[in-house]
């Protein structure tokens, strides 16, 4: 385990272990995520980003998928709108 401390301008040091183990280097963002009482820090690295290419990849098309909800959306508008049939 691996201990550091916070600066007077709120800077922590990573561990160099730390450091070289995960690939973070001046400029690497990181990311605080909060859980219950812990704050977990994740380096947001190339290789991290490069890992979640192709995550939420789908067989159909985005463009096509809004297509057709706003199609079936108008069929609806159209339906409500329509004027009462006299009889």
Known sequence: METAYITSKGQLVV???????????PGTKVRFIERDNEILIQPLTREYIRSLCGLLKSETSVTQELLKERAKEKDREEGRFAKPRSR
């Open 15 to 25: 561990p160099a272990r730390l450091r070289r183990r995960y690939g973070i280097k």
